[in-house]
């Protein structure tokens, strides 16, 4: 085990809901990192944290989307009115300051019905 | 913007022959390249990485190769076997950010 723990693993929802998914990182790691992959293509690059400042977000992240790491060590990731285009895995990685080895949780599948 | 292309899609190979997959990116800063693993199912698993100071790594039956000047790396399998059958990833990155770009991913069917 990588270390990185993802909350919950798998999440249904309807159309229109709100989700919020958490990162629980490796816990000497300052950097935490979100992706999401849907089937077929690889992760893609959502933002990331260095302790709690939010240092970059990808176009990808809507204003529907919002990220926070308020203490610096755990992460949550909420989806306002989840839209079916919304379903994929989230996945979350963690590193070492400019340390770029990443780890990933076990991420959490969204499906939006 | 920034771009990491991977090719093949798709590869099938006999148990014991060697797979080669190849990414090319497009941010000359990069200068970390990681390659994951995948199983269905299941998150991506570093497998083997290579920093730009570096122009090939091994590790057991897994090679890294990095062209620098043409903005080439590549992933070589010898001795393929069926539980290497995965899809697999190349990523860049650079080191201030440590954010990951990947391709689009290969599927690696070993047959024994």
């Known amino acids: 085990d990588t270390g990185v723990s993802q909350d919950p693993r798998h999440k249904i929802t309807k159309r229109g809901q709100n989700v919020t998914f958490r990162c629980d990182p490796i816990s000497e790691h300052n950097r935490l990192y979100w992706y999401r992959q849907t089937l077929g293509q690889g992760p893609e690059f959502l933002t990331y944290f260095q302790n709690e400042a939010q240092l970059e977000k990808s176009r990808l992240l809507s204003d529907r989307f919002s990220a926070e790491r308020p203490k610096g060590s755990f992460s949550t990731l909420e989806i306002q009115r989840t839209e079916q285009g919304d379903s994929a895995m989230y996945l979350c990685a963690s590193s070492m300051n400019q340390g770029v080895k990443g780890f990933f949780g076990q991420g959490t599948r969204l499906t939006v019905v | ?112």
């Open chain 2, 1 to 112: 913007g920034e771009n990491v292309e991977q090719h093949p899609s798709t590869l099938s190979v006999q148990e014991g022959d060697s797979a080669v997959i190849k990414c090319t990116y497009s941010d000359s800063a990069s200068n970390y390249f990681p390659w994951y693993k995948q199983e269905l199912g299941k998150r991506p698993q570093l497998i083997i990485d290579i920093r730009s100071n570096v122009g090939e790594k091994k590790d057991q039956r897994i090679a890294v190769t990095l062209n620098k000047t043409a903005k080439h790396f590549s992933l070589h399998i010898t001795e393929t076997q069926p539980e290497d059958s995965a899809v697999y990833f190349c990523a860049a990155s650079i080191s201030n950010t440590g954010k990951l770009i990947f391709g689009q991913g290969t599927t690696l069917q070993v047959k024994p």
